[in-house]
T-cell receptor, first 115, second 118 residues
Framework: AQSVTQLGSHVSVSEGALVLLRCNYSSSVPPYLFWYVQYPNQGLQLLLKYTSAATLVKGINGFEAEFKKSETSFHLTKPSAHMSDAAEYFCAVSGRSGGYNKLIFGAGTRLAVHP | DTEVTQTPKHLVMGMTNKKSLKCEQHMGHRAMYWYKQKAKKPPELMFVYSYEKLSINESVPSRFSPECPNSSLLNLHLHALQPEDSALYLC?????????????????FGPGTRLTVL
């Protein structure tokens, strides 16, 4: 069965600093991986997705993630944090369960950006 | 139109009330989902409709009753809820993937309905 682990429930960075949010996955088949962002009192917005086409995936708002099979990781990065990046971030894997495809979410990482 | 809309935004109901949540998408997606999200937690899948048929029911109590009148609409009927059912209810849609398919399409989420049960 597929699963996702997000390391660090809270991450705090200074404005302009590097953002690194960690995600490790477990999957017995080639995974399909996603990063979603959720701003307060809003739904989830897709940041980027990995579907085996390229290991370095660029997303919206300057975010990117690198798929590393040897490390079973799909960490999310952004070179320079902006105040507007403060939100909850979810890593997810698309997995099959009971014959159907489902999104399996990590516990989430809350990103705080301070001046 | 790349949007999933949900109404109402907020809903307060008593334990004896009957209410409905509504979700709509016009992207031609054939899979639609209901999720429940408690504070500081990831979304939990409740139901999946694929081609207007219920594909997945994640052992949700019968006080939640989903309905898919057509490929663009998804409803969640609520009856005799408990205070612990208070949460953000999210609707999502995807091109396919809710059913027995190898496509792992991304899901597009609506803004959610904040439900409070008194």
């Amino acid at each position: 069965a597929q699963s996702v682990t997000q390391l660090g429930s809270h991450v705090s960075v200074s404005e302009g600093a590097l953002v690194l949010l960690r995600c490790n996955y477990s999957s017995s088949v080639p995974p399909y991986l996603f990063w979603y962002v959720q701003y307060p009192n809003q739904g989830l917005q897709l940041l980027l997705k990995y579907t085996s086409a390229a290991t370095l995936v660029k997303g919206i708002n300057g975010f990117e993630a690198e798929f590393k099979k040897s490390e079973t990781s799909f960490h999310l990065t952004k070179p320079s944090a902006h105040m507007s990046d403060a939100a909850e971030y979810f890593c997810a894997v698309s997995g099959r369960s009971g014959g159907y495809n489902k999104l399996i979410f990590g516990a989430g990482t809350r990103l705080a950006v301070h001046p | 139109d790349t949007e999933v809309t949900q109404t109402p935004k907020h809903l307060v109901m008593g334990m004896t009330n009957k209410k409905s949540l509504k979700c709509e998408q016009h992207m031609g997606h054939r899979a639609m989902y209901w999720y429940k999200q408690k504070a500081k937690k990831p979304p939990e899948l409740m139901f999946v409709y694929s081609y207007e048929k219920l594909s997945i029911n994640e052992s949700v109590p019968s006080r939640f009753s989903p309905e898919c009148p057509n490929s663009s609409l998804l409803n969640l009927h609520l009856h005799a809820l408990q205070p612990e059912d208070s949460a953000l209810y999210l609707c999502a849609s995807s091109q396919e993937g809710g059913g027995r398919t190898d496509r792992h399409n991304e899901q597009f989420f609506g803004p959610g309905t904040r439900l409070t049960v008194l």
